[in-house]
């Protein structure tokens, strides 16, 4: 099993930045692809960004792609996520997501431990 703690959410203007970080522990930190989801109130939780092993293979959601930065710091146990341009759209709890296997995946199922959430709020 592994503990996930996410922190750097907050409360930011649209058009600014803020970067989360989450810090893993448990199982070894290089065996696992890693993901972000964020959920918004009253919407279905849903992907953002996710990374492979050595942090070279990367996926983004659409809504994002050009605007986030998904990274790793294996000998920190961490993964961050840069968020620049934000918009008020962006305002959701966002959830920070360890896989199941190396493989780098999209889906909820394929991920197998979650950290408690952070509030990311952009106004306008």
Not at 8 to 28: D, E, I, M
Not at 101 to 116: H, K, N, T
């Amino acid at each position: 099993q592994v503990q996930l703690v996410e922190s750097g959410g907050g409360l930011v203007q649209a058009g600014g930045s803020l970067r989360l970080s989450c810090l893993a522990s448990g199982r070894p930190f290089s065996n696992y692809a890693m993901g972000w989801f964020r959920q918004a109130p009253g919407k279905e939780r849903e992907f953002v960004t996710g990374i492979g092993l050595s942090g070279r293979s990367t996926d983004y959601a659409d809504s994002v792609k050009g605007r986030f930065t998904i990274s790793r710091d294996n000998a920190k146990n961490t993964v961050y996520l840069q968020m620049n341009s934000l918009k008020p759209e962006d305002t959701a709890v966002y959830y920070c997501a360890a896989g199941r296997s190396p493989v780098l995946p999209r889906r909820i199922a394929d991920f197998g431990s979650w950290g408690q959430g952070t509030q990311v709020t952009v106004s306008s």
